[in-house]
């Protein structure tokens, strides 16, 4: 049975923010664990859900499979250890201090993951539009990015000097303070973000006049945009470090570019394959010629063979498009159009009419004979 879409999986469409996803698990996950939902099923889909947060979760394994689909997963490994601190971090924040997660390797306890640490910032996303040659044959785009930056007066600590910092008074610089929480299971205590620092554990005294305390300020960059030969549509770019901005002196995530490619008027792209329709007139098919083929590298010399049908389709090895993770090259494929022409010149007339008088057979009356 083919697996469902991980978007789909999780009820979103493709381009889903960072916090969409997460959104989404923590609602289906909390609706469909075992400890909570025993309808038969439950658990199937319990862990379908996890499977598609473990991917989509990771920058990595998610621009991956929005490139490729499942088959892209494939030796990949799609457990839980790489995302496991935010697996903790949901549960812990769905189900508090309870236990009950053993079957699925989540333990018990009732500690979360102290948010006074840094925080990676989440990626963006934008589109850019390319001409078919260029996607064919590779190009260097410059554009211009609006990111914020960690402050360089403070290094995005927010701070005046690191004297102005100090331990917030509220959770004793830990970042997190306990709370009473409703669950499915009754009233428990659990760790949240302190409210006095907003989960930073710090408590600054004087803030950095450059940046007002934010730790990061805005800034534009015209940035090179290096865009692979061979690249399709739906493909994206990562530019590391251009996301949003991150809190306690965590990174920037990823700026992530998905290419668009304009349709061509004489070429079609199908994989790494190229095809062309070309025009020949019937006395060229009827006898064959060499005619210099447009291909996407420039002319080529190709040859009709005499008798050349419509819509034949000739080869011309290793003039596609290279494969995008190797130096293999596709083909180009000519289909030839055999044109018949509506008006002639009387010397053209005169010759049609004096092959028709030969005396031969039509190729219809032969046609004919096969229904006597």
Known sequence: MAKRDYYEVLGLSKGASDADIKKAYRTLAKKYHPDVNKEAGAEEKFKEINEAYSVLSDPEKKSTYDQFGHAGMEGMGQGFSSNMGDFSDI?????GGMGGFSNFGFGGGSSSRSRSGPIRGENRYMSMTIDFLDAVHGVEKTISVSYDKSCPNCSGTGAA????????PNCNGSGQVQKQARTPFGYVR????????????KYIKKRCPHCNGRG????????EVSIPAGITSGQQIRLSGYGEHGTNGGGNGDLYIEINV??????????????????VSAVDATLGTKVDVPTVHGDVELTIPAGTQPGTKLRLKGYGVKDLRSSNMGDQYVIVNVVIPTKISKNEKALYQQLKDNGEESIFEKFKKTFK
């Open 161 to 168: 000097s690191s004297s102005d910092i100090s331990n917030c």
């Open 216 to 223: 990061y300020t805005n800034t534009k960059e015209e940035v």
């Open 91 to 95: 549960f812990s924040d769905l189900f």
């Open 262 to 279: 304009r349709a061509h008027e004489h070429f079609e792209r199908q994989g790494n394959n190229i095809y062309i329709e070309v025009p």
């Open 190 to 201: 659990q760790m949240a973000a302190c409210p006095d620092c907003g989960g930073t554990g």
